[in-house]
């Protein structure tokens, strides 16, 4: 099994910058890819950023590209988001997922309220 808890989140002005932390725990060597998904309300959950656990290729959403690094530290492993410049529609809940080999991403964090006012 794999265990993710977050850290990080809180309330921002719009500009403002904010981390996010994920520390992964079990069976590490099951992973091959880590990500960060986002809800907001009324809406469905969606992609912000994912990285390659081994290679540390990433993707990034459109909308948050250029705005948002995701980074993972093998040796920790843990998985970072720093967001900067952030707008009100960044607004969500914002969860960390592991995606294990062979399979897709089923194993999720907590989640952990980021809230960007106006």
């Known amino acids: 099994q794999v265990q993710l808890v977050e850290s990080g989140g809180g309330l921002v002005q719009a500009g403002g910058s904010l981390r996010l932390s994920c520390a992964a725990s079990g069976s590490i060597f099951s992973i091959n890819a880590m990500g960060w998904f986002r809800q907001a309300p009324g809406k469905e959950r969606e992609v912000a950023a994912t990285?390659?656990?081994?290679?540390?290729?990433?993707y990034y959403a459109d909308s948050v590209k250029g705005r948002f690094t995701i980074s993972r530290d093998n040796t920790k492993n843990t998985v970072s988001l720093q967001m900067n410049s952030l707008k009100p529609e960044d607004t969500a809940v914002y969860y960390c997922?592991?995606?294990?080999?062979?399979?897709?991403?089923?194993?999720w964090g907590q989640g952990t309220q980021v809230t960007v006012s106006s």
């Open positions: 997922a592991a995606r294990r080999i062979g399979t897709s991403w089923d194993r």
């Open positions: 990285i390659t656990w081994s290679a540390g290729s990433t």
